[in-house]
């Protein structure tokens, strides 16, 4: 069964530029979980989408969105970039949502690097 | 909001047997304990997953004491390429609703030949 997969891997943008990152979860799972993990912050949880429907968001400010399709891919998309949006920005899928389930082991997928200028 | 406390790093020879302890006082009920691992520049790998006692996998086992307020996830006769970074989670739940997995600073893991 295929894994996590991530595109694009690595991107280089410029301050104010938007970017849209996508993700495929792993055949079957209907959630899909957003993190942006930086040196200084860790790894932190950005959105949580499942069957179509944003269940959970972390504190990041609304210039940071997603959206998921009826195939459970998803899209993360960050506009008017910062500085500090460059981080390594992961992907995870799991079967189910957290939200009703606590056993909910999430596979990630190997990120996308984004850089900002 | 920290849910998790571990040691930043430790350093272990290889062949000898590793044990990461976790504190996680505040627990929920219906929380599962949750360690991952990640290697550089990847994302994080489940290892294992347990309630409570003990649980053991091909890779790992997971202690957990009877009142859940710790864990302590052990690591048989380690090589170099166990060498990452071992993230210990429990969930979270901000509101009503909602769910998170909050990974903590983790514990750097060096491997020593």
């Known amino acids: 069964k295929a894994g996590v997969t991530q595109t694009p891997r690595y991107l280089i943008k410029t301050r104010g530029q938007q970017v849209t990152l996508s993700c495929s979860p792993i055949?079957?799972?209907?959630?899909v979980s957003w993190y942006q993990q930086t040196p200084g912050q860790g790894l932190q949880f950005l959105f949580e989408y499942f069957s179509e429907t944003q269940r959970n968001k972390g504190n990041f400010p609304g210039r940071f969105s997603g959206r998921q399709f009826s195939n459970s891919r998803s899209e993360m998309n960050v506009s008017t970039l910062e500085l500090g949006d460059s981080a390594l920005y992961l992907c995870?899928?799991?079967?189910?949502?957290?939200?009703?389930?606590?056993?909910?082991?999430?596979?990630f997928g190997p990120g996308t690097r984004l850089t900002v200028l | 909001l920290a849910k998790t406390t571990q040691p930043i790093s430790m350093d272990s020879y290889e062949g000898q047997e590793v044990n990461i302890t976790c504190s996680h006082n505040?627990?929920?009920?219906?929380?599962?304990i949750t360690w991952y691992q990640q290697f550089p520049s990847q994302g994080p790998r489940f290892i294992i997953q347990g309630y409570k006692t003990k649980v053991t996998n091909e890779v790992a086992s997971l202690f957990i004491p009877a009142d859940r307020k710790s864990s302590t996830l052990s690591l048989p006769r380690v090589s170099l390429s166990d060498t990452a970074v071992y993230y210990c989670?429990?969930?979270?739940?901000?509101?009503?609703?909602?769910?998170?997995?909050?990974f903590g600073k983790g514990t750097k893991l060096s491997v020593i030949p």
């Open positions: 055949s079957g799972h209907r959630s």
């Open positions: 989670l429990v969930g979270d739940r901000p509101g009503a609703g909602s769910y998170q997995l909050t």
């Open positions: 995870a899928s799991s079967l189910n949502s957290g939200v009703a389930f606590s056993y909910n082991e999430q596979f």
């Open positions: 505040n627990i929920a009920t219906n929380d599962y």
